[in-house]
C-alpha cells in the first residue's frame, strides 16, 4: 500500500487523555499512539522542519527566532516562538532537543517552554511542562523477533509478510504535577490531537516523497504579508462582522477580502518603492460584490470606487457618507459616458473559438464574480479621456482583466475563480491537465494577458480559499498583428436576482 489517501485512512490512533501511561522511571506520559510504515528517516525531517517552522503546526504563531543551537552530546536549539498577535500574546522562549535512537530508547524531540507555571504559558501552548514527539522503531524490532521464533519452532509459516514493518510515533507530556496528569480541557485535547494527527500525515507524505505544490510568497515577503494582515485584521475585523448585514457567512468573506486588501497593499508599497512613487495607487473595482474590499483599499488610502450590477444592502453602511464609493447598475448606466471601456476589444487566442473572440468591456456588463482580480499601473487608466482619473483597475470578471489592463496599458492581478469565456459562455475543460479543471481556466487566463503582451507571475495567495492563485502581469510589451474579427456581441448574465424575480413570476403566474 503506498498510497497516500489508503495510508490516511488507517489512522486509528489509542489516546490516554483521561488516564495518561507513565514510562517506566521515567516522568515522561504517554497520551496517543499510533502505528506507521515509515522510516526514521521520515520523522527526523519532519520535525526539523517544524522546528524551524512552527507555524505549520501551531497556527496562532508567525514564525520563530532561533537564539542558539548546540550539536553535541544531543542537538539543542533555542527559539523564541513570536505569535501573529504580537499585541496581545507574549513571546515564548522554548528549547528543543533531539535525541537519537539506541538500542534501548527510541528517537525522540522534546519542546521545553521557559516557565515556571502553567499560568505564564500563552492560550496556544499546551499547559505541560514539557511534550515529547517519539519515533519508536524498536517495536517492529520485537515482532521481527517474534514472528522469527514463531517460523523457526513451526508455530507459524515463513512468508515475506511474517516480518512486519511498522513503527510507532507516540506523543508524550510532562506535566507540571504528576499527582494531576489527566488532561480534561477540551481545547488542549484539541490541540494536542491535532498535533499528533499533523504528524502522521507529515511523516507518510515526506516518505512518499511528497512536496508541496503550493507557492507561496512569490512577489510579496511572507513577515511583510503578515504584519499587514495582522494589523488589518485588528483595525477592522470585528467592526466588519458585529455590522454584517448580509445573509452570507461573515467571517468567510470578511477574513478572505482582509487577507486580499492585505496582499494588494504590500505588492503596491513594494512597487512604489521599487520606482521611488509616494503617491498611493487609486483602483476601480469591477464586479465589487458586497464591496468590502473596496471599502478596506479605500480606508487605507488608496482613492478608488467598486461597481457592481446589484446594490447591496451593506453597502450603505460600507460608503461611510461617500455616496459614490459604491455604485450599482443604474449608477453605471448614468456615467457610462464617463468610463474607459466602451470600444470593442477583439483578440484571438488558442483556447477560443477557431473565428476569434468579441469582448464588449462595457462596464454595466462585466459579469460579477466571488473572486477578485486588480490592474497596477504608473500611469493614468485610459489617460486620452480628461475625465478618467484611476491608475488602477480591479476587476472580479477575471477572464477580461488582461484585456483591459491592455486596453488601459496597465499592470494586473487577477485570481481566476468562475469558469467562463470571453463570450460569457462557459469554460469547458478538455481533461488530461495535472492539477484539474481549475489548473486548466488558470492557464486559459493566463495565456489571454500572454497574447496581449504580458510576462506574467504566478503567486498563491494565502487566503482561506482552494482557488488562491494570482496571476500577475507587471510588465508588457507591445503587441503587432493581433487578429481581430467581429464576431458578435458579448451576452450579459441574468443575475441571480433576477431570476429569483423571475421564477416567482412564473409562480405566481401558475397559481392563478
Known amino acids: 500500500m503506498s498510497d497516500s489517501d489508503d495510508l490516511f485512512k488507517l489512522f486509528a490512533p489509542s489516546y490516554y487523555f483521561d488516564k495518561p501511561r507513565q514510562l517506566d522511571d521515567s516522568d515522561w506520559f504517554i497520551v496517543a499512539e499510533q502505528s506507521i510504515s515509515v522510516d526514521e528517516e521520515a520523522f527526523w525531517a519532519v520535525v526539523k522542519k517544524w522546528t524551524l517552522e512552527p507555524e505549520l503546526v501551531i497556527p496562532p504563531l508567525r514564525q520563530c527566532d532561533i537564539i542558539e543551537r548546540v550539536e553535541l552530546p544531543n542537538e539543542r536549539i533555542t527559539r523564541n516562538l513570536i505569535p501573529k498577535r504580537k499585541s496581545k500574546d507574549p513571546i515564548l522562549k522554548e528549547l528543543v532537543e533531539y535525541h537519537a535512537s539506541n538500542d534501548t530508547h527510541p528517537a525522540r524531540v522534546t519542546f521545553a517552554p521557559d516557565v515556571v507555571s502553567e499560568n505564564q504559558l500563552p492560550f496556544y501552548y499546551p499547559k505541560v511542562r514539557a511534550y515529547s514527539l517519539v519515533f519508536d522503531s524498536r517495536v517492529a524490532e520485537d515482532q521481527h523477533e517474534t514472528c522469527y521464533e514463531d517460523c523457526l519452532f513451526g508455530r507459524s509459516a515463513l512468508t515475506q509478510s511474517s516480518f ?26 484539541y490541540a494536542l490531537s491535532e498535533v499528533f494527527h499533523k504528524l502522521y500525515k507529515w511523516c ?27 494589523r488589518m485584521k485588528a483595525k477592522y475585523a470585528d467592526k466588519i462582522i458585529s455590522q454584517w448585514t448580509e445573509k452570507t457567512d461573515p467571517t468567510k468573506f470578511v477574513f478572505e477580502d482582509i487577507a486580499i486588501a492585505s496582499y494588494l497593499i504590500c505588492l503596491w508599497q513594494l512597487e512604489r518603492q521599487r520606482l521611488g ?38 453597502w450603505d453602511q460600507l460608503c461611510d457618507g461617500q455616496d459614490d464609493c459604491l455604485l450599482g447598475k443604474n449608477a453605471c448606466s448614468e456615467q457610462k459616458k464617463r468610463l474607459p471601456y466602451k470600444a470593442h476589444v477583439v483578440i484571438s487566442s488558442k483556447h477560443t473559438p477557431s473565428n476569434g473572440v468579441l469582448s464588449q468591456c462595457g462596464l454595466a456588463y462585466c459579469k460579477p464574480c466571488r473572486r477578485t482580480g486588480a490592474m497596477v499601473s504608473t500611469v493614468l487608466i485610459c489617460s486620452r479621456k480628461k475625465d478618467c482619473a484611476s491608475d488602477v483597475t480591479h476587476v472580479r470578471g477575471e477572464y477580461r482583466t488582461p484585456i483591459m489592463a ?11 475563480c468562475c469558469y467562463f469565456q470571453l463570450d460569457g459562455s462557459r469554460h469547458k475543460a478538455l481533461g488530461g491537465v495535472e492539477g484539474g479543471k481549475y489548473r486548466e481556466y488558470t492557464d486559459y487566463v493566463k495565456n489571454i494577458a500572454i497574447e496581449c503582451g504580458y510576462s506574467i507571475d504566478e503567486d498563491q495567495l494565502r487566503i482561506p480559499s482552494t482557488r488562491n492563485i494570482a496571476v500577475v ?26 431570476l429569483e424575480e423571475q421564477r416567482r413570476k412564473k409562480a405566481a403566474e401558475k397559481r392563478k
Do not use: W
Open 473 to 498: 502581469g507587471q510588465t508588457r510589451n507591445a503587441v503587432k498583428d493581433l487578429i481581430t474579427e467581429t464576431v458578435g456581441h458579448f451576452v450579459a448574465r441574468v443575475t441571480d436576482r433576477e
Open 164 to 189: 512486519p514493518s511498522e513503527s510507532v510515533i507516540r506523543l508524550e507530556i510532562q506535566p507540571f504535577s504528576t499527582t494531576q496528569t489527566g488532561i480534561s480541557n477540551d481545547k488542549m485535547i
Open 204 to 230: 507518510i507524505h515526506t516518505s512518499l516523497g511528497y512536496e508541496k505544490r503550493a507557492n507561496h510568497d512569490v512577489l510579496v515577503p511572507k513577515e511583510m504579508y503578515h504584519e499587514t494582515y495582522a
Open 406 to 416: 491592455a486596453r488601459t496599458e496597465s499592470r494586473f492581478i487577477v485570481i481566476p
Open 277 to 314: 512613487q509616494a503617491r498611493l495607487q487609486s483602483f476601480v473595482d469591477l464586479g465589487c460584490g458586497n464591496g468590502l474590499l473596496t471599502h478596506l483599499l479605500v480606508s487605507e488610502g488608496h482613492p478608488g470606487k467598486g461597481i457592481d450590477i446589484a446594490k447591496r444592502k451593506i
